[in-house]
C-alpha cells in the first residue's frame, strides 16, 4: 500500500518559537494534502487541505498565519507552527490522495510539545 | 458531507467477529461509507470503503443496508492488536469540480477486544 511519512516523529520546542513538520508521500504522488490536529481523548480535526502548487484552504477557526502549509512538490507538504505556544501542544497527522476514488493515506504523526 | 452515528464504545472477545454498526440516514446518493481505525498514538489506517453493495477485503467486510442509511464493519476473527478507534465516515469518493475529498471525523467507536 502507499506509504506516507512524517518528521520528526515528535518534538518539543520553547514557546515563541517555530517548528516545522514535514509530510513525504513516499510511493505515490499526492495531488492533494490534508492535515489535522487531534487533541488527547478527542478525534481527529481537520485543519486545511493543501493541493501542490495552490495555496492551502484553511478550516474555520483555523489561524492560517500561525500555521503555514506548503505543498511545494508532489510528494512534500510542509506545516509550520509559528510562534507556538502551549495550547499548540497536539498530535498533528496528515494523509495524502492522488485524488483519485477511494482511500487516503495517513502518516504516523508527530507529537509537538510546546513549553 | 453527511454525519454519522457510532456507538461510543464495544467489546468483542479474541476469536470472535466484531460487529460496528455505524448510522448516516443522511447519506447522499454520491456519497461513500468508509472506514478507518486508529491505533493508539498512531495515524488512522484504511479499512474498507463502499457505496451500495456489500464489500470485503483482506481486513473487514462492510455490510451496507439497501436504503443505504447504516452499515456494520465486520472484523471476522478479532485479535487483540484489532483494539483501536474505529470510524465510520462518508463522503463523495472523487476529487474535482470543487470537491476536495477531504475526510470529517467523528467520534468512533471504541473498540476493545479481549482475552
Known amino acids: 500500500g502507499a506509504v506516507v511519512s512524517q518528521h520528526p516523529s515528535w518534538v518539543i520546542c520553547k514557546s515563541g518559537t517555530s517548528v516545522k513538520i514535514e509530510c513525504r508521500s513516499l510511493d505515490f504522488q499526492a495531488t492533494t494534502m490534508f492535515w489535522y490536529r487531534q487533541f488527547p481523548k478527542q478525534s481527529l480535526m481537520l485543519m486545511a487541505t493543501s493541493n501542490e502548487g495552490s495555496k492551502a484552504t484553511y478550516e474555520q477557526g483555523v489561524e492560517k498565519d500561525k500555521f503555514l502549509i506548503n505543498h511545494a512538490s508532489l510528494t512534500l507538504s510542509t506545516l509550520t507552527v509559528t510562534s507556538a505556544h502551549p495550547e499548540d501542544s497536539s498530535f498533528y497527522i496528515c494523509?495524502?490522495?492522488?485524488?483519485?476514488?477511494?482511500?487516503?493515506?495517513f502518516g504516523p504523526g508527530t507529537r509537538l510539545t510546546v513549553t | 458531507d453527511a454525519k454519522t452515528t457510532q456507538p461510543p464504545s464495544m467489546d468483542c472477545a479474541e476469536g470472535r467477529a466484531a460487529n460496528l454498526p455505524c448510522n448516516h440516514s443522511?447519506?447522499?446518493?454520491?456519497?461513500?461509507v468508509y472506514w478507518y481505525r486508529q491505533i493508539h498514538s498512531q495515524g488512522p489506517q484504511y479499512i474498507i470503503h463502499?457505496?451500495?453493495n456489500n464489500e470485503t477485503n483482506e481486513m473487514a467486510s462492510l455490510i451496507i443496508t439497501e436504503d443505504r442509511k447504516s452499515s456494520t464493519l465486520i472484523l471476522p476473527h478479532a485479535t487483540l492488536r484489532d483494539t483501536a478507534v474505529y470510524y465510520c465516515?462518508?463522503?463523495?469518493?472523487?476529487?474535482?469540480?470543487?470537491?476536495?475529498?477531504?475526510?470529517?471525523f467523528g467520534q468512533g467507536t471504541t473498540l476493545q477486544v479481549k482475552p
Open positions: 463502499g457505496l451500495k
Open positions: 465516515i462518508v463522503r463523495v469518493a472523487f476529487h474535482g469540480s470543487g470537491n476536495t475529498g477531504k475526510l470529517i
Open positions: 443522511t447519506i447522499s446518493g454520491n456519497e461513500y
Open positions: 494523509s495524502a490522495s492522488w485524488g483519485g476514488p477511494g482511500e487516503q493515506y
